[in-house]
């Protein structure tokens, strides 16, 4: 394969994006495998784009954790901007849920909890993620859930977005205060999390739509309900986790990370599995 900045080899494509492509790859100083994302070629002139790319690698390299994707690298040569990151071996949330239909309980929360330490992390270092989503959550063999794709992440104190930005992330994930374009915090990560626990526990997004400005809209007025069926094999202690991260003001979500770790670790051990017996299907 072609070699980029004299010691990566690049393999085969493994990952699109809208910003860019990522291949599997050969460092070949180190000999180890690794991902190269190389922004593509359509927004190498384009200012905006490159500062964004290069907003993402300082983001995730400055965090270091067994939950966040690594970096390891960034350059640009004859014009090609790339990152260099850890490869994971596995699917995306995305790929894990459809090819399960969804989740059980059990599985969704060890999983939101792995997320919920990335994030605990990410947000102790002033760092908001803005784009957590299935598709950028990777699943390696080990079943380890691994948070990638920074590409929108912020400084916690210059978080009020443009909506350039905006239009990047996808719509079925964002909170209320992103679809408005307003200020955006750490909370906002909590909520696009409360909506990847829904979609795991139900397999489906709750909002759909014909176009992205329809769905944005739902996400700052409609409610977000579970259906009967849904709430068979889920407890109720887990219902209000998902609907406490999934409030449309930020003020009546979890604080952080770490309250909504310490709920779905009571979850785990049935501390708060109280009032509502589990139905039985049918
Ligand atoms: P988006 O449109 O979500 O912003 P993007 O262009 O920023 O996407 P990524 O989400 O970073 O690109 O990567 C695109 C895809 O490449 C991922 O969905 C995943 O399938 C794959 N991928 C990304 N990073 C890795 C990695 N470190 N190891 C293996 N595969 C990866
Ligand atoms: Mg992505
Ligand atoms: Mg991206």
């Known amino acids: 394969g072609r070699m980029l900045a004299n010691r990566y080899e690049l393999l085969e494509t493994i990952g699109q994006g809208g910003m860019a492509i990522v291949y599997k790859a050969m460092d070949t100083l180190l000999n180890r495998t690794v991902a190269v994302k190389i922004l593509k070629q359509e927004f190498n002139e384009n200012e905006q784009f490159i500062k964004k790319f290069r ?30 990151m850890e490869y994971v071996e596995g699917d995306t949330l995305k790929d894990y849920i459809r090819k399960k239909g969804k989740l059980n309980w059990k599985e969704a929360v060890y999983i939101a ?5 990335a994030l605990d992390h990410a947000h102790k ?14 699943i390696n063999e080990e079943t380890i859930p691994k948070v990638t794709d920074f590409g929108i992440a912020r400084a916690i104190t210059s978080s009020t977005i443009t909506l350039v930005e905006e239009t990047m992330g996808s719509v079925h994930y964002i909170s209320p205060e992103q679809a408005r374009g307003g200020f955006v915090d750490e909370r906002s990560d909590l909520y696009s999390l409360g909506i990847v626990m829904y979609e795991m526990l139900t397999g489906r997004v709750p909002f759909d739509g014909d176009n992205s400005i329809s769905v944005a809209i739902k996400h700052i007025q ?3 309900e579970f259906l009967e069926d849904d709430l068979d094999d889920i407890p109720e202690s887990l219902e209000d986790i998902v609907l406490k991260l999934i409030r449309k003001n930020p003020k009546e979500r979890y604080e952080n990370a770490k309250e909504l770790v310490k ?5 785990q051990s049935g501390e708060k599995i109280a009032g509502r017996e589990t139905k039985k299907p049918g």
Do not use: C, T, W, Y
């Open 55 to 84: 907003r993402e690698s300082q983001a995730a390299a400055s965090l270091s954790h067994n939950n966040i994707v690594n970096v390891f690298d960034v350059g640009v040569e004859d014009n090609i901007h790339f990152i260099v």
């Open 113 to 117: 909890k792995q997320i919920a330490f």
């Open 125 to 138: 270092n002033n760092i908001i993620h803005r784009d957590i989503k299935p598709h950028n959550i990777m």
């Open 222 to 224: 409609e409610e977000i």
């Open 263 to 267: 709920d779905l670790i009571a979850v």
